[in-house]
C-alpha cells in the first residue's frame, strides 16, 4: 500500500535550502506545496524553474502543509519553528539549533516531531563506529581537530552570515556536527571551558575547549584564516583500539600500530535524502534511528554557545 506523501514547505533557499530541496521534490515520501526565500531574486528564480509550486511569505503557513523544512539563517530556526510546531506542523531544520539558548530551549520544550539535519547523523562511517566503539575498551579521550585556510569557505560567499560574530564562525557552522557525532556515540555532551578569539571583524579565528561525553574528556581546536589545509579530524581514543574520522568519510583505526584504512558500507550515505526518508518515518509515527531531533540539537547547541560565551 503507498503511502500519501507529506505535504512539505521549504524555507530558506540558499546552498543548504536548496540541495535538501533538490532531494525533497524527487523523494517518494513528500511532495512540495510551498516555498519561500528572503531574497525576492531567489524567489523569482526559483518560481522560474518550478513554476507549479507555489513561493508564499514564510510568515503564513498555508492549509496544506503537514511538515517544514527551514533552512534559513540561524536566528530564524525559532520563530519559524514554533509557530510551525504550536500548529502542529512536523520541523525539519538546519543546525545550529539557534543562536539564543532560550530560543533553543523553547524549541526543544515544544513538543511535536522534529528533526535536525546532521549529515554525520546516518554516514556509514557512523554506522560503522556504532557497531565498532565495543573493540575500543576503555573510553580514554576523543580529540576534534580543525583547520580552515579561508573562512568563509568559498562555497558559503553568498550567506554572509557565515563570517559574522553574530550567528556565524566556525564552531556553529562545522564543530557541531563533530559535538553531535560525539554525544550520538560517546555519552551525552557538556562544556567544562571554552573560549574562541576573534580578529578585528568577523567571526572566530582559533577556538579550544575541554569538554566531556559523559565520563569522556573531548579536546576541541580549530584555526581560520590558517596557512594550513581544509582538514577535519575526530579521533576516539580507547585502551584497546582507537578510531579516526578525517575529512567526514575516511574511517582508520590503531591498535597500538600505525592507522589502517577501515572499508565501511552499509544502508546510510549521509545524504540529504536519509534523513528525509528517516523524518517521513518519524511523522508517521516511528523513532527513527540516526536521526537528530531537537532535544538532541540543544545539548549541541549548549556547548557550541559555550565557546562564545
Known sequence: MTETPIRLGVIGLGVMGRRTFAQAVKHPDFEVTFLADANP?????????????PVLPATEFPDHVDAIYIATPPSWHAP????????????????????????????????????????????????????????????????VRMTFPQWPRPFQAPAAWVGERAEGGFIREVFSHFAYLTDHLVGPISAERATVDYPASGSEVAARGLLRAGEVPVQVTGYAN??????????????????????????????????????????GTGAETTRLSRFAQAIRGLRPANLADFADALRVQEVVEAFYA
Not at 41 to 53: H, K, N
Not at 96 to 120: I, Q, S, W
Not at 246 to 254: G, I, R
Open 41 to 53: 531574486e531567489v524567489e523569482d528564480a526559483i518560481q522560474g524553474e518550478f513554476p507549479d509550486i
Open 80 to 143: 519559524y519553528a514554533l509557530q510551525a510546531l504550536e500548529q502542529g506542523i512536523a520541523v525539519f531544520c538546519e543546525k545550529p539549533l539557534a543562536v539564543d539558548l532560550a530560543e533553543g530551549r523553547a524549541m526543544a520544550a515544544a513538543g511535536g516531531v522534529t528533526a535536525v539535519n546532521f549529515p554525520l547523523s546516518d554516514t556509514n562511517g557512523t554506522l560503522y563506529l556504532e557497531k565498532a566503539i565495543p573493540e575500543a575498551g576503555r573510553l580514554l579521550g576523543v580529540d
Open 226 to 267: 590558517v596557512a594550513a589545509p581544509e582538514h577535519y579530524e575526530w579521533t576516539l581514543w580507547g585502551s584497546k583500539r582507537s578510531f579516526r574520522l578525517t575529512n567526514w568519510a575516511q574511517l582508520s583505526t590503531s591498535d597500538g600500530g600505525p592507522w589502517t584504512p577501515v572499508e565501511v558500507s552499509g544502508d
